[in-house]
């Protein structure tokens, strides 16, 4: 995998993602993660911050630990040591959904939409967190719950919308192409309103014209609603060009931390990829 390679989705998306942001204080800090299945190690010490309305990429050569690092922040794994600590508040053995509660979202590697419902309702489901009627005014669709569904149903009309999938909304979402399911799973996601969203390679398996409609749609997210992106991907291209910083790990260990310009150039990075230094 080349370090110096941009790839013409990145490129064509945007030239620099800090450009007109503000970055602010330390939103998310992970500190000293370490986790561990039976005896087989999947993190080791790890530690990192994210900021405020920043887009913070983590990357490493498969089975470097990534995905694992994003389940102990949304609370699906709890490490055996360490800390993370969203807005000065610990998580504590918190589970996905008192995290999501927090303001933490999270799109997997695999999908996980349901396939037989429309885009719609896949989206609608990400308000699950914000409903706040009891389920029999719910099933009733009488006064209180009536007016909540509507304000739910056109919050998720405006993610349809900035999307660019109004065509397909009542479509079920397993006819769409594997492009346009990555951008519900987003909407999904974005449903939920979150603080922090945790997007765990949303670029896999596209071709460039998809690349270049999520690398949009991700940095939009970022500068019009202000939310702070933390993203696993394996294009350097994209890495390289819509990142704030990097952080890179390998075996489960951290091996780099910083700018992209100073990630590409870190010699344990270069080798980890390339096998290499050279």
Known sequence: ???????????????????????????????NISLSFGGVKALTDISFNVREHEIRAIIGPNGAGKSSMLNCIN??????????????????????????????????????????MSVLDNIMSGRNLRIKSNLFL???RIGPALREEIAHREHVERIIDFLEIQAYRKTPVGQLPYGLQKRVDLGR?????????????PMAGMNVEEKQDMCRFIIDVNEE??????????????????????????????????SPEEVRNNEDVIRAYLGTSH
């Open 75 to 116: 609370g699906v794994y709890h490490p055996q040591q360490g800390t993370i600590t969203f807005r000065g508040e610990q998580f504590r053995d918190m589970n996905s959904r008192q995290v999501a509660e927090m303001g933490v979202a999270r799109t997997f590697q695999n999908l996980a939409l349901f396939k037989g």
């Open 138 to 140: 719910q099933a009733l």
């Open 189 to 201: 996601a974005l449903a939920m309103e979150p603080q922090v969203l945790l997007l765990d390679e």
């Open 225 to 258: 609603f202000g939310t702070t992106v933390v993203l696993i991907e394996h294009d350097m291209g994209v890495v390289m060009d819509i990142s704030d910083r990097v952080v890179v790990l390998d075996y489960g260990k951290k091996i780099g931390d910083g």
């Open 1 to 31: 995998m080349n370090m110096d390679h941009s790839t013409p989705a990145a490129a064509a998306a945007t030239a620099n993602a800090t450009a007109d942001r503000q970055i602010g204080d330390v939103i998310l800090d992970v500190q």
